[in-house]
């Protein structure tokens, strides 16, 4: 059993959860996630790493709730524990000196782009970053990004703070304005992860997207999280979760992601009403 040290809410429906895992946090790298299972009857979920301790031997998630599993798991605090809490899985971000990275993070994904913008900067690049959300109440850990960046933009959907639009806007003006970036890095929904790739792609900007398709096992056995890059099919828990988002099919990866809706929806509705009863869940 996994036992959570720490339970932060960073806003209404994102949590911080610091997990007992001395063997996850002991090789654990930016860019990798683990697979947590809560009990034995429930389902695999990949969550990045947001942070590690190798001496404490913990590591920490932030994980938005999005549906039952993500929704049950809300329901624990300091002291519990999970059944499952495997890792670290995945290829780490590669990190060399680039020059001037722009680091692109949307939702959760800013917990998870902290480690990469301080590896990045370790390194020795400058870092500019970019985080957004739909509205101020969704923010999180703006200062935590602004301290391993050299420039932080904060977007909210809504102009509720800090500049009004989507994330791409800015990066869009940065290239318009003939700033010179060596990579960018884009991070969070994949629907803001195709258009920063489609902001970049006419000024010829490398950029690396992280993908989140479904994942079972984890390790490359199922094929489950299928995408195809470039042509190529890629099993994104071995082969990624990075890529080159200008070589992404996010057509196919946004499809294949849509796959179980009627299915997750029911779950979860099943969940919140046995709640609602009392029942075991
Ligand atoms: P469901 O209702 O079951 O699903 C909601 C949506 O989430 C689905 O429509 C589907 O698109 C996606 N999803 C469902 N099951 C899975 C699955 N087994 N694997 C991947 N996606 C799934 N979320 C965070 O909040 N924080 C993170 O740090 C984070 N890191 C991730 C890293 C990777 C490599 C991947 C692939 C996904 C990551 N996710 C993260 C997404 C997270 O795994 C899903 O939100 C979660 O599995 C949803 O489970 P659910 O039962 O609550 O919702
Ligand atoms: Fe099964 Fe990647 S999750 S092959
Ligand atoms: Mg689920």
């Known amino acids: 059993m996994y036992k959570i040290l720490r339970r932060d809410d960073l806003v209404s429906n994102i949590h911080l959860f610091k997990f007992d895992a001395p063997m996850v946090a002991r090789k654990a790298q930016a860019g990798q996630f683990v697979v947590l299972i809560i009990g034995?009857?429930?389902?695999?979920?990949?969550?990045?790493?947001?942070?590690?301790?190798?001496?404490?031997?913990?590591?920490?998630?932030?994980?938005?709730?999005?549906?039952?599993?993500?929704?049950?798991?809300?329901?624990?605090?300091?002291?519990?524990?999970?059944?499952?809490?495997?890792?670290?899985s995945g290829l780490a971000t590669h990190v060399e000196k680039f020059g001037t990275v722009v680091c692109v993070a949307g939702g959760f994904a800013v917990a998870t782009v902290v480690p990469i913008a301080r590896a990045l900067k370790v390194a020795g690049n400058r870092v500019i970053s970019i985080m957004g959300a739909r509205n101020k109440e969704l923010l999180f850990w703006e200062d935590h990004l602004g301290a391993v960046s050299d420039r932080l933009i904060v977007t909210t959907d809504d102009g509720s703070y800090g500049r009004k639009g989507l994330v791409t806007e800015p990066l869009k003006e940065m290239l318009e304005g003939g700033e010179k970036v060596d990579r960018v890095i884009a991070v969070g929904p994949s629907v803001m992860m195709k258009f920063c790739s489609k902001t970049t792609e006419p000024f010829g900007v490398k950029t690396i997207v992280s993908l989140n398709p479904i994942m079972v096992d984890g390790t490359g056995m199922c094929g489950c999280c299928r995408v195809s890059v470039g042509g190529v099919t890629k099993f994104a828990c071995v082969d990624g979760p990075d890529f080159d988002g200008h070589q992404v099919d996010w057509d196919l990866l946004l499809n294949r992601q849509r796959a179980y809706l009627e299915q997750e929806k029911e779950s979860l509705e099943r969940w919140e009403c046995k709640c609602r009863s009392g029942e075991e869940v």
């Open 40 to 88: 034995e009857k429930g389902e695999r979920i990949p969550l990045t790493i947001a942070d590690w301790d190798r001496d404490e031997g913990s590591v920490t998630v932030v994980f938005m709730e999005a549906g039952k599993t993500t929704h049950e798991l809300a329901t624990l605090g300091t002291g519990d524990s999970v059944l499952g809490f495997s890792g670290p």
